[in-house]
């Protein structure tokens, strides 16, 4: 299975305010996307067009070569979960909707359904709106996960979780790709929680695509430089430094842009560890829009 | 491909809205039990208390069953990779299968009180003009509670895919919903529903222009939610 979409020019506007401006980007092969931005950005926006949810303004939107909008054969192969889900009503009980979801997706497992709803203790014989939000976020994430469609989408829909329950989430999520090889795009503002898991990044700013890359060359544009606090600042001055953490004599600073051999030997030379960057640190000095 | 999977979407309103039908009929039945046994103690019983409660309550349930059905199961056929198109096509026969059968408990619930009336040897007389001529036309009473309840379950659907658009398209819309139901008033006679029943009955009563009327604001209602729903956006829900 090699799902694959592919957007060109696409624009949406609510009236004339516009949401989504010339973004064009393409994504195949069974694989964990992240699409970070910051509130109002356009990523639910961005999802729910590519869902079919919405039918974009201009522009074009493939899911497998096919459009979208109204078109069985695509949005078949999407599910979209924003928020808690679209696939719950508030007065209908959990085994009703898992009952209709076997009924209206081919693709839909309800074994591992009724594995998952176990494994977050949310009661069958309840409707959604007796639920606490992180059961609603609970039963939002079983939908997506056991509709095994072959592009899921997750829009925030796990921040309601608690702790245990969103790391369950993210092993479940990763042994079901691994199990279930399928594209997965998750927008989050919990970057360096799920951070690890993104093979592709997607960040949208302002209605706009800013960047495509995949996450090893992000998490290579810069680096963490970690050490005493005295040699960090010696090494550090002049860069562009993104973040600094201090505790006790040791500090951490994230660095932008590359570093030469010449530099990173100088580091190793004095003791100093490099690292990666982290993604969040990129995205922040990304859409800070210079407030940093 | 089983039936079952060929109409998903005709299969979950029917199962999720033919059990309320049920027991609000039941409850119906009780009420309609009740009122003729307190009129009998306290004094005559010499029409039909059924055909009052029929021609009230289940209206308004089934337009309530009619917004639900949009703004309920739309979304859900859409979150599950359905189109909008798939979904409307199948909505055309709910509303038929659901018209149908409420109209087959409104008859039994004639057919019902009939023998009861006739057990006690009372009057089974119809206490207002209807397009049927009496209590015992089972025929007619079935065919007009079908056309009936079918235009009022269009009804809540066209509203509720309207205010699913915008307040601004569902309030524009609320003319035309009362249009589409507005043949009832000839179908059973004057309700006393905003008052327009007793000047259709100016207009007419006869089969003829009640039926034709009934089929043609059918007929136009489920153009308008087709009109109205084929693309309508999935807003995120407000939490």
């Known amino acids: 299975m090699t799902p694959s979409i592919e957007t060109a020019g696409l624009t949406m506007r609510y009236g004339t305010a516009p949401a989504l401006a010339d973004v064009s980007f393409s994504l195949s092969g069974p694989k964990i996307c992240g699409l970070l931005g910051r509130n109002g950005s356009g990523k639910t926006t961005l999802l729910s067009v590519l869902a079919g949810y919405l039918r974009q303004s201009a522009g074009t939107v493939l899911v497998d070569g096919e459009p979208v909008f109204e078109n069985a054969t695509a949005t078949g192969k999407v599910c979209l979960v924003r928020g808690t889900g679209d696939a719950s009503s508030p007065r209908v009980s959990v085994r009703d909707l898992i009952d209709f979801a076997g009924r209206l997706r081919p693709t839909w497992d309800a074994g591992y359904a009724a594995k998952l709803l176990e494994m977050f203790a949310v009661p069958l014989n309840r409707t959604p709106k007796t639920l606490s939000h992180g059961k609603q976020c609970a039963l939002g994430v079983t939908m997506g996960l056991a509709s095994r469609a072959p592009v899921t989408i997750f829009d925030e829909s796990y921040l309601g979780l608690d702790a245990p329950s969103r790391y369950a989430f993210y092993d479940a999520l990763l042994a079901d790709v691994l199990a279930h090889p399928r594209m997965v795009i998750i927008a989050t503002h919990l970057i360096e929680e799920v951070g690890t898991l993104f093979e592709d990044v997607l960040i949208v700013h302002d209605g706009r695509l800013l960047l495509h890359d995949d996450a090893d060359t992000l998490r290579a544009a810069g680096t963490a430089v970690t050490g005493d606090a005295t040699l960090v600042d010696s090494f550090t001055l002049g860069l562009d430094v993104l973040n600094e953490k201090t505790l006790g004599r040791t500090k951490s600073a994230t660095v932008y842009g590359p570093l030469d051999d010449r530099r990173q030997a100088q580091a190793r030379q004095v003791g100093l560890d490099l690292g990666p960057i982290a993604l969040q640190d990129l995205f922040v000095h990304l859409t800070s829009g210079g407030s940093r | ?239």
């Not at chain 2, 005709?10 to 009740?34: D, E, M, N, R, Y």
């Not at chain 2, 006739?118 to 079935?142: C, E, K, T, V, Y």
């Not at chain 2, 307040?167 to 035309?176: K, Q």
């Not at chain 2, 009955?201 to 009640?210: C, R």
């Open chain 2, 1 to 239: 491909m089983s039936g079952r999977n060929r109409w998903p979407t005709l299969g979950i309103l029917l199962t999720a809205h033919l059990t309320f039908t049920l027991v609000l009929w039941l409850v119906l039945g009780i009420v309609s039990a009740v009122t003729t046994a307190g009129l009998w103690w306290f004094g005559n019983v010499d029409e039909s208390i059924w055909h009052n409660v029929a021609t009230q309550v289940p209206r308004w349930f089934l337009m309530g069953l009619g917004i639900d059905a949009i703004s309920t199961y739309l979304r859900l056929n859409v979150a599950h990779g359905r189109t909008r198109g798939d979904f409307l096509r199948q909505l055309w026969p709910y509303f038929v299968g659901l018209a149908v059968s409420a109209a087959l408990l409104q008859t039994i619930g004639y057919l019902v009180e009939g023998g009861v009336y006739a057990a006690a040897g009372w009057s089974h007389d119809l206490p207002s003009a209807a397009l049927f001529g009496n209590a015992n036309d089972f025929a007619g009473i079935f065919a007009t509670y079908t056309l009936f309840l079918l235009l009022w379950t269009i009804a809540g659907a066209l509203v509720s895919a309207a205010f699913s658009r915008s307040v601004l398209t569902g309030l524009s819309t609320i003319p035309l919903a009362l249009l589409i139901i507005s043949p009832g008033e000839i179908l059973l006679g004057p309700t006393g529903f905003l008052g327009i029943g007793n000047v259709l009955s100016g207009v007419g009563g006869s089969t003829v222009v009640g039926v034709g009327w009934g089929v043609v604001a059918a007929v136009v209602g489920c153009a308008a939610i087709w009109g109205i729903a084929r693309d309508t956006p999935l807003r995120p829900k407000v939490a």
